[in-house]
């Protein structure tokens, strides 16, 4: 790997997992560093924490926040599928959690996070509910921050997603496809989930689920303005029997109990408006709220899906900087 002027970069690999760690440069009156655990995007099946974006974003954190910054190289589709790529983080995270290792990174147990962008904030906040759930790692996390998260795939037709239907780098059958190759699903199949067939009312176990994303009563009404929800009373219940992990909270977070998500430390959440998940984060940041979470929902009315990445010539844009800015100031104040 390389190195910036200030941080050190390695590559290494955490139980089997290869991942790139960031070091920030040391401050002699803190001997122990705060720390991220970092999971990029790319829809389950693209990117990689070496390429120049995440490699950028990563060095600024370390620099600007004298952190550790573990980036999680997680296997891809098709190489791997659910719930492989959650096994991945969850086995690199568990191993860096470790005294010694932390040790070895003069990393403070206290001050450790976990935060990631689209398809790996998607993978963030899977790996933050399985640990509330497991008594040995139920408080190592002192803060999740989810950058324009994926959280659920029952509802193609939010507010957000009939608003963006064609927006560049997201449009809503890009995700749709994305979904399906994650689960190893049928193509055949995204015609009919664009429309929401696959949680239609005749489909009994979707249909408890999706109280859960009511958007009608978690969203305000100055975003669900005059769009209306779409709910099949007939749809097509043979996608739910293939395709079972499309209703499981592993892969859909927003759908997760409120018991699991009382237990969730504090979170924040950066939100675009030019985006089909805008309203996969507001919703997860009410139901959050609702279980007693502390959550910053910071949104960007200017913003648009991957922005965050977008900080350095040729592709600088004003939001892009204001949007990293703004998630980085988060976490110098609350990890």
């Not at 976990?114 to 509330?132: E, Y």
């Not at 219940?237 to 909270?249: K, M, N």
Request: aromatic share 10%; charged share 20%; hydrophobic share 40%.
């Amino acid at each position: 790997a390389h190195s910036s002027a200030r941080v050190k970069v390695t590559d290494t690999a955490f139980d089997g997992v290869e991942v790139r760690v960031f070091e920030g440069p040391p401050k002699p009156e803190e001997p122990l560093k705060r720390s991220i655990v970092y999971v990029h995007g790319g829809g389950w099946a693209l990117a990689s924490a070496k390429i120049r974006y995440y490699d950028e974003l990563c060095t600024a954190m370390a620099e600007e926040l004298n952190a550790v910054i573990v980036s999680i190289e997680y296997r891809l589709v098709p190489k791997v599928y659910f719930p492989a790529q959650i096994h991945d983080v969850v086995r690199a995270t568990k191993y860096f959690l470790q005294p010694e290792v932390l040790h070895k990174y003069s990393v403070d147990p206290g001050r450790i996070g976990i935060s990631g962008d689209s398809a790996g904030g998607n993978l963030a906040a899977a790996l933050g509910q399985q640990f509330t759930q497991d008594a040995n790692l139920k408080d190592k996390l002192k803060v999740q921050a989810l950058i324009y998260p994926v959280l659920q795939a029952l509802d193609f037709n939010t507010p957000s997603y009939q608003q963006n239907v064609n927006t560049p780098i997201l449009p809503r059958y890009v995700m749709v496809k994305y979904w399906v190759d994650y689960f190893k699903g049928n193509y055949d199949f995204v015609q009919a989930m664009v429309v929401n067939n696959h949680t239609s009312l005749d489909v009994e176990e979707a249909v408890a689920l999706r109280a859960r994303l009511n958007w009608t009563s978690l969203l305000p009404p100055s975003l669900t303005k005059d769009y209306k929800p779409v709910v099949q009373t007939t749809g097509n219940a043979r996608i739910v029997r293939e395709i079972p992990q499309l209703l499981d909270a592993r892969s859909a977070p927003l759908i997760a109990d409120q018991k699991v998500l009382q237990h969730l430390p504090k979170t924040y959440i950066l939100t675009c408006e030019h985006d089909v998940l805008r309203d996969d984060g507001i919703m997860y940041a009410k139901r959050l709220e609702s279980a007693g979470v502390e959550v910053t929902l910071d949104h960007f009315e200017d913003g648009f899906h991957g922005c965050m990445i977008f900080t350095s010539w040729p592709t600088n844009f004003d939001v892009g900087i204001r949007t990293r800015n703004s998630y980085i100031k988060w976490l110098d104040q609350n990890l």
